[in-house]
């Protein structure tokens, strides 16, 4: 994945534990130390082996560790970074979610070659949504449950995650969230 994500990693460890035990996650997964280049793709094992650094650094769970950093992307790094893109892809959370694909391909002059995800909203009967969430990876679920929490903080959205369906693909990973949105 794009150093932009390896880059947000270190700095949610630096910002909420601290350089020390930053050189620790990473000494742990035996990343090199130039993997962090914003605009530069590396290879997504290197994104999967910080996280999981992150994660046994702390003793805790991957799944938990993928779910603060979902907060942390947008909370810190996009609403630092990317703050106008954002805004322009909406003022509320499901308008925003229903934008989120085409602000993924209008990046992809920049983000050359990369591969995002894709979002559907599947249902949308007032305060209960479904959203699917398709990707080329496996094991990014967390990820996303983090994200959506982030965004609902963000757009001060109640919200909660009622279910989580995984769908039966191939490929990749296709998951259905189910949401109260109140
Ligand atoms: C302006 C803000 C954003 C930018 C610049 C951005 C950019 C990126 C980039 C560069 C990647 C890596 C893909 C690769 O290297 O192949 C990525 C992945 C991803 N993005 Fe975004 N993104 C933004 C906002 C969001 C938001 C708000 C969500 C919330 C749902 C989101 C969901 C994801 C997910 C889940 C992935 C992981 C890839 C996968 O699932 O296969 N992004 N994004």
Redo the contacts with the bound molecule.
């Keep these: 994945?794009?150093g932009?994500?390896n880059k947000s990693l270190r700095d949610m460890v630096v910002e909420q534990f601290g350089e020390a035990k930053w050189s620790e996650v990473l000494q742990r997964s035996g990343v090199p130390d130039d993997s962090f280049l914003a605009m530069q793709?590396y290879d997504d094992d290197i994104t999967y082996s910080l996280a999981q650094a992150c994660a046994d650094e702390m003793e805790i769970d991957l799944s938990d560790a993928l779910r603060a950093f979902g907060v942390h992307?947008?909370e810190n790094t996009?609403a630092k970074q990317?703050e106008t893109?954002?805004r322009a892809a909406g003022s509320d959370m499901l308008s925003f979610l229903g934008n989120?694909n085409n602000?993924?391909d209008r990046?992809s002059s920049t983000?050359l070659n990369?591969?995002?995800?894709s979002?559907e909203i599947k249902k949308d009967a007032g305060e209960q949504v479904e959203i699917l969430?398709l990707?080329?990876?496996v094991g990014?679920t967390p990820?996303?449950e983090g994200?959506?929490h982030g965004?609902a903080a963000r757009f001060n959205q109640e919200m909660a995650i009622i279910e989580i369906v995984p769908q039966p693909v191939a490929r990749g990973e296709q998951t259905l969230f189910k949401l109260s949105m109140g």
């Design positions: 994945m794009y932009v994500i793709s992307w947008v996009v990317y893109l954002m989120l602000l993924h990046i983000f990369y591969r995002p995800p979002f969430y990707s080329e990876r990014l990820f996303v994200l959506l965004l």
